[in-house]
């Protein structure tokens, strides 16, 4: 059974898209997977060991380029390897109009089916037209978990039932894995950063937090010049601390990785260190706990939700006993 799974952005998605693979190939150990990924995600994808191929897309960079001759060779290059098998399922488990055309351009074999949702969970960029594509359309309850909803897809087309929970299928960190940069000795990170301001967890609290991990190291890492500042400022407040140089996003994997503690906002790099089954405290401000959370592990610690964000007591209580059980 050759599989194809389409599935290109955000990094938090393809993350909690992984355990689709895991249950396939535990249904059906000699199924062959490939994945659909935009270029900066492939790294996160190939991870897994249970992908076969990943394809990847670089929709962003391309429509920028189309009247260079190099990326329309790439095009073409991606439009082949697309076809260049026929797959017994396509699922698009992202819903989009973009997804849709991925799903509606690769070959199925005769009787072979292309499968994706029927609706959107609340708040998801959905797009319904994207049903078009689709052979077959499979209906989830609006407020369907993000790792539940790619799993119960696969289920209701494949005919299995979920009993177990989500593996991501990725590594266990190695001793001699890690970077240049990153301390020898156990750390915490704090992934601080988020794109939407309302999602930000108060700077006093992580610097309350911060001063109750001392000694332990804490490691800031930032993704634009705001966020730099805002690490630096805590890094100003917290002598334990340390800011980051910008990581790539494999090297920012890794951070995730290898931490003692990851501490985050709902974010992807948070859920990364949950998906590791790094000890993870999710903090939950302005986003809806039941669209993330952390559920499948006692190594990860989920608090708050939309319009209760926790406060550093609980914080610190919490972060302490994840140290405390590992």
Request: glycine residues 8%; aromatic residues 8%.
């Amino acid at each position: 059974m050759k599989i194809l799974l389409v599935r290109v952005s955000s990094l938090g998605d393809v993350l909690h898209n992984l355990p689709m693979v895991a249950d396939i190939l535990r249904h059906d150990p000699a199924a062959q997977v490939d994945w659909v990924v935009e270029e900066g995600y492939v790294g996160l994808v190939r991870l897994n060991p249970m992908v076969r191929k990943v394809i990847p897309f670089a929709l962003r960079r391309w429509r920028k380029g189309l009247g260079d001759a190099a990326v329309r060779a790439e095009l073409r290059g991606f439009w082949r390897e697309l076809r260049a098998e026929a797959y017994d399922y396509v699922f698009d488990t992202q819903g989009l109009i973009k997804t849709g055309l991925i799903m509606a351009a690769a070959r199925v074999r005769p009787g072979g089916q292309k499968i994706g949702l029927a609706n959107g969970t609340e708040d998801s960029g959905y797009e319904g037209v994207s049903r078009i594509f689709h052979t077959r359309s499979i209906p989830v309850a609006p407020r369907t978990h993000a790792v539940a909803r790619g799993r119960q897809v696969a289920a209701a087309a494949l005919g299995y039932a979920l009993d177990t929970p989500p593996d991501f299928g990725l590594p266990a960190p190695a001793a001699d894995g890690r970077p240049t940069w990153m301390p020898e000795g156990p750390y915490a990170v704090f992934f601080h950063g988020t794109a939407r301001d309302a999602k930000k967890w108060p700077q006093r609290d992580w610097i309350a937090l911060g001063q109750a991990l001392a000694p332990l190291t804490v490691l800031l890492p930032w993704g634009s010049p705001r966020e730099k500042s805002d690490a630096e400022a805590l890094a100003a407040a917290l002598p334990n601390a340390r800011v980051l140089p910008r990581l790539p996003m494999m090297e920012a994997v890794a951070l995730a990785r290898h931490a003692a503690l990851a501490v985050g906002v709902d974010t992807g790099l948070t859920h990364i260190a949950a998906a590791f089954l790094t000890p993870t405290l999710e903090l939950y401000v302005d986003s809806p706990r039941w669209k993330t959370e952390g559920n499948w592990s006692p190594r990860i610690v989920n608090l708050g939700d939309t319009g209760a964000a926790p406060d550093a007591a609980q914080a610190i209580a919490a972060a302490r006993g994840l140290l405390e059980r590992t």
